[in-house]
């Protein structure tokens, strides 16, 4: 068996223990020993996982969403997105996400990839989606939950990036594989969900 390459990097756990939990954040902190031999504290949030929805219109222009968001206290520029349930497939989440979210239901899916979006404290691994062949419905949003559903365009999308308004990581993610996947250099298998998926 070939020696591990990383295990010059690797950190492995002496105990762990759970120092909050709350209605959504499950707070660990952990004692570690270092490559070295010695030890360190990690403190992190255990989560389920999410996903991120790209949904293509058939006019090239995209649905995106404005939501405020309260750790940082501005309204963000997104993609729709949301948390995994328990035992839920990735896919099974982002029909319902953007069904809820938008109304809209896509005839066809393509699985992008994933994206860690803060690996410094966080275990949440977020699946990217796109979505096309999008019909309107009647959105369900969940109690609480506020948001505006708009259009834009990839240049539109890319510019407000560019000056700053546009900062959620997810959405700048899924901006990258939509400009790869365009110009041809990124692949995209596109399928229809199973028939015993909600639609």
């Known amino acids: ?14 105990d762990s223990e759970q120092v909050f939990q709350g209605n959504f954040l499950d707070v660990r902190r952990d004692r570690v020993r270092l490559p070295n031999g010695a030890t360190a504290s990690r403190e992190y949030i255990v989560h389920p ?14 649905v995106i969403e404005r939501q405020y968001r309260y750790p940082v206290a501005q309204v963000m520029v997104e993609f729709p997105a949301g ?5 839920e497939p990735p896919l099974v989440c982002a029909i319902r996400e953007l069904a809820e979210e938008t109304g809209y239901r896509a005839a066809e899916w393509a699985r992008a990839g994933i994206t860690h979006n803060a690996i410094a404290y966080s275990t949440e691994g977020i699946e990217i989606w796109f979505a096309r062949g999008l019909t309107l419905g009647v959105n369900q949003l969940d109690e609480g939950e506020f948001l505006d559903v708009s259009t834009a365009t990839l240049e539109e999308l890319e510019e407000a990036a560019r000056v700053g308004t546009l ?7 899924g901006l990258l594989w939509l400009r790869h996947w365009r110009e041809g250099r990124w692949a995209l298998e596109w399928a229809s969900p199973s028939p015993i998926m909600p639609s």
């Open 1 to 14: 068996m070939a020696a591990d390459p990383d295990a010059h990097l690797r950190e492995d756990r002496l």
């Open 49 to 62: 996982g999410a996903v991120m929805i790209v949904p293509l219109l058939d006019d090239g222009r995209l």
């Open 83 to 87: 948390k995994l349930e328990a035992g």
């Open 167 to 173: 900062t959620d990581v997810k959405t700048l993610v």
